[in-house]
Structure formats: structure tokens, C-alpha cells
T-cell receptor
Framework: GEDVEQSLFLSVREGDSSVINCTYT??????LYWYKQEPGAGLQLLTYIFSNMDMKQDQRLTVLLNKKDKHLSLRIADTQTGDSAIYFCAEIQPTSGTYKYIFGTGTRLKVLA | GAVVSQHPSRVICKSGTSVKIECRSL??????MFWYRQFPKQSLMLMATSNEGSKATYEQGVEKDKFLINHASLTLSTLTVTSAHPEDSSFYIC???????????????FGPGTRLTVL
């Protein structure tokens, strides 16, 4: 099917690392994305990775991509209370001359002080 | 980064009325805009893809006559929920894709969302 799977909840202590996992469906996806959504707000692009890369680091964020297993992860180092939000992974699928995003189910991250 | 705005941010309407939501790309030209619907504690569901100057492409199960989409310019797309009912209450989010890049090499920029409540 089209489901992009994520674990629903993750709870970590402030200062620890968080790892959010995602299993996507389309092995031909050229880009994979991580978005953050705070309560009652839209989506904020955090980072993305091109499919020919295994890893991408951007300050506190590290993205790992395992194409063989179609597994994507987002690691947040030194997690802060402001990181509490819902995190969505997304893959691209072509449609009608353009492309569409297929979003994961979302992982709600709670950071405990 | 690129900015996408939505208006209104919240709207409450009576059952049977129509509601229009605007999505604007503020500092770039958006050849393609997308409309999503998000139910509480759920993921985003793509409703339709809108290309400037042409008819929107709706996802399976989305009623075209119910959710009217107009993308009349490179910076504005509108979603009109016609004859709204309580089950249409949801969080509607638009996104915009900047033109001029090969497919898949750019990103979508999301608006802040519009919360629709139908009484």
C-alpha cells in the first residue's frame, strides 16, 4: 500500500538524543524529507536527504537512509523542550506531471525537563 | 526561506454555508500548490494538486464539487468548501512548490494552516 510508517510516540529526557524512525514505500523516491509540526501550526521543513546519500548532518540533526530496507531515521542531538512536536517523514511520488508528498503517520515527540 | 501564508487562520461557520480559504506564496512564484487536510492527531491527507491556469487534480475519494480549487495566479490558490457540514471540520493546510526546478529537486513550503469549524 501507500502507507509510510512511523512510531506514534517518543519520550526522551532533555539533553538526551532522540531517534525517530520511518519506513517508506517507494524505492524510487528521489528525496525524503523530515518536517516538524508544532501544535496548531503548519509544517516546518527540517531537513531532507537525496536518495544517493546514506547520511546527512545539519547541526543537531542527523538523517540516516537505508535504501535497501527503505528505512529513514532522524536523530536529534541534545534534545530540548522546544523540540517537543510532531515529526513527519515524507517521500515523493510522481503524479499528473508533477509529484506529490506522501506523509508518514507522524511521531509525537515529548521532551521531559 | 520561502513563505506561504493562509487566510483565514481560523473560521467558524454555520452548516450549509460556503467557506473560502486563500493560500499565497509571498516571495516566490508557485507553479504548483497542494491542499491537504489533517484530522486531529493524524497525518496529512493530500486532497488535490493545483497547477496555475489549469484544473486541479483531485485525489481519490475527494469530491470535486465539494472542494473547489482555483489557482488563478502564480501566487494565489483558493479552496472553497461548499455547503459545509460538521464533518468538514478539519485543519486545512496548503503548500506551494516553486517553479523552474527539475521535478523532485525542490521542496514544498507549507502554509500555517486554517482551522475550519462547522457548527
Amino acid at each position: 500500500g501507500e502507507d509510510v510508517e512511523q512510531s506514534l510516540f517518543l519520550s526522551v529526557r532533555e539533553g538526551d538524543s532522540s531517534v525517530i524512525n520511518c519506513t517508506y514505500t517507494d524505492s524510487s523516491s528521489t528525496y525524503l524529507y523530515w518536517y516538524k509540526q508544532e501544535p496548531g501550526a503548519g509544517l516546518q521543513l527540517l531537513t531532507y536527504i537525496f536518495s544517493n546519500m546514506d547520511m546527512k548532518q545539519d547541526q543537531r540533526l542527523t538523517v540516516l537512509l537505508n535504501k535497501k530496507d527503505k528505512h529513514l531515521s532522524l536523530r536529534i542531538a541534545d534534545t530540548q523542550t522546544g523540540d517537543s512536536a510532531i515529526y513527519f517523514c515524507a517521500e515523493i511520488q510522481p503524479t499528473s506531471g508533477t509529484y506529490k508528498y506522501i506523509f508518514g503517520t507522524g511521531t509525537r515527540l515529548k521532551v521531559l525537563a | 526561506g520561502a513563505v506561504v501564508s493562509q487566510h483565514p487562520s481560523r473560521v467558524i461557520c454555520k452548516s450549509g454555508t460556503s467557506v473560502k480559504i486563500e493560500c499565497r506564496s509571498l516571495d516566490f512564484q508557485a507553479t504548483t500548490m497542494f491542499w491537504y487536510r489533517q484530522f486531529p492527531k493524524q497525518s496529512l491527507m493530500l486532497m488535490a494538486t493545483s497547477n496555475e491556469g489549469s484544473k486541479a487534480t483531485y485525489e481519490q475519494g475527494v469530491e470535486k464539487d465539494k472542494f473547489l480549487i482555483n489557482h488563478a495566479s502564480l501566487t494565489l490558490s483558493t479552496l472553497t468548501v461548499t455547503s459545509a457540514h460538521p464533518e468538514d471540520s478539519s485543519f486545512y493546510i496548503c503548500s506551494a512548490r516553486e517553479g523552474g526546478f527539475p521535478l523532485g529537486t525542490d521542496t514544498q513550503y507549507f502554509g500555517p494552516g486554517t482551522r475550519l469549524t462547522v457548527l
